[in-house]
Nanobody, 121 residues
């Protein structure tokens, strides 16, 4: 399984971005897909975990972010709204075999190379 993120870029505070995580090699239906943010000088923190059509969020992100899957393209999307400068960082998607709320930065089986999101005026 190989993962590739796309969709990052520069956005003004209050703006939106949609990131994509595209998998090749294996269908994503066998994995939980996690989106993680790594801000400068910090570790990877979980943004969302998508599995079996359900998304699990850390409480702080529930109202601004959402995920969806387009199975035909084997792609999971992260829609980010009302972005603020604290959302700046490299966003990674990771895949862990199994289902449920199992996304952990220390436990993912596969990682993409990340896509940079910069929120700045």
């Amino acid at each position: 399984l190989q993962l590739e993120e796309s969709g990052g870029g520069l956005v003004q505070p209050g703006g939106s971005l949609r990131l994509a995580c595209t998998a090749s090699g294996v269908s994503l239906e066998y994995y939980a897909i996690g989106w993680f943010r790594q801000a400068p000088g910090r570790g990877r923190e979980l943004v969302s975990c998508f599995s079996d059509g359900t998304t699990y969020y850390p409480d702080s992100e529930n109202s601004r972010f959402s995920t969806s899957i387009y199975k035909a393209w084997n792609t999971v999307y992260l829609q980010m709204n009302s972005l603020n400068p604290e959302d700046t960082g490299v966003y990674y998607c990771g895949a862990r075999a199994g289902s449920g709320n199992i996304c952990r930065s220390s436990a993912m089986d596969h990682w993409g190379k990340g896509t940079l999101v910069t929120v700045s005026s």
